[in-house]
């Protein structure tokens, strides 16, 4: 179930980062790695049938 809504929020938007914003891949190292700055996406409507997403 949890790769279907994943799949249907990657096909239903379009993703894009925030303005002015440039991706950072840098980690910091412990018992697991985590991302330096946390990442930030904004949803936007792909679709024109609006029902979709209600």
Not at 19 to 39: A, C, M, N, R, Y
């Amino acid at each position: 179930m949890m790769m279907f809504t994943l799949a249907s929020l990657l096909h239903s938007f379009d993703w894009s980062l925030p303005k002015g914003e440039e991706h950072d891949l840098s980690q910091e190292v412990g018992i697991t790695l985590k991302k330096v700055k946390p990442f930030v996406a904004i949803p936007s409507q792909r679709l024109p049938n609006v029902s979709l997403y209600v």
